[in-house]
């Protein structure tokens, strides 16, 4: 089992910046991928960014080139570094960690993006 604990959301302007972070505990070591989705109201969740077990990292359209996604070296900790903020970007962002087994949540942090 792994348990995921994000922190970081918040209320920002648009044009401004979070970082959120994400903490896994549990049966780390045999965590693969990790990675960022969010969930907007009346929307389906969709992936953010992810970064596999080498650092190989995904990024949906609308956010190249303004989030990061990065992982410490110990595999334990997942960051989303979201710059040049929209209204659009409004969502609750979930972490992610999959191994073997299968697929693991946190449980969501809120970002609300304000114009």
């Known amino acids: 089992q792994v348990q995921l604990v994000e922190s970081g959301g918040g209320l920002v302007q648009a044009g401004g910046s979070l970082r959120l972070s994400c903490a896994a505990t549990g049966s780390i070591y045999i965590i693969r991928d990790m990675g960022w989705y969010r969930q907007a109201p009346g929307e389906q969740r969709e992936l953010v960014a992810s970064?596999?077990?080498?650092?190989?990292?995904n990024y949906a359209d609308s956010v190249k080139g303004r989030f990061t996604i990065s992982r410490d070296s110990a595999k334990i900790w997942v960051y989303l570094q979201m710059n040049s903020l929209k209204p659009e970007d409004t969502a609750v962002y979930y972490c992610t960690a999959t191994n073997a087994v299968g697929q693991y949540w946190g449980q969501g942090t809120q970002v609300t993006v304000s114009s």
């Open positions: 970064i596999t077990d080498y650092g190989s990292t």
